[in-house]
């Protein structure tokens, strides 16, 4: 079975910077792209950034500049590294992939069980 663990979250005034990473773990035969959204509660869940494996990275307009998305393949691990931090970020951030596994022979999605960002002052 895979999962997705994800740690980094918390408190940062505005201005400033938070790093998130999310491992994938389990009988994973190929990964296709691995990302980041954010929910707001009562708001639907949006794209943060995106990366698919030999493709190109696809961020929401609102971060470009701002957050960076990276991978290592070698480990199955996505980060999201946030400057510039601003309060309308805050929401809880979600590790997305599609994976092909052992359990599941087919492109399958999964989701990491989130981790709150509030950026305030």
């Known amino acids: 079975q895979v999962q997705l663990v994800e740690s980094g979250g918390g408190l940062v005034q505005p201005g400033g910077s938070l790093r998130l990473s999310c491992a994938a773990s389990g009988s994973i035969v190929s990964i296709y792209v691995m990302g980041w959204f954010r929910q707001v509660e009562g708001s639907q869940r949006e794209l943060v950034a995106t990366?698919?494996?030999?493709?190109?990275?696809n961020y929401a307009d609102s971060v470009k500049g701002r957050f960076t998305i990276t991978r290592d393949n070698a480990k199955n691990t996505v980060d999201l590294q946030m400057n510039s931090l601003k309060p309308e970020d805050t929401a809880v951030y979600y590790c997305?992939?599609?994976?092909?596994?052992?359990?599941?022979?087919?492109?399958?999605?999964?989701w990491g069980q989130g981790t709150q960002v509030t950026v305030s002052s």
């Open positions: 990366m698919p494996t030999g493709g190109y990275t």
């Open positions: 997305y992939t599609e994976i092909t596994s052992r359990d599941r022979p087919y492109r399958a999605r999964y």
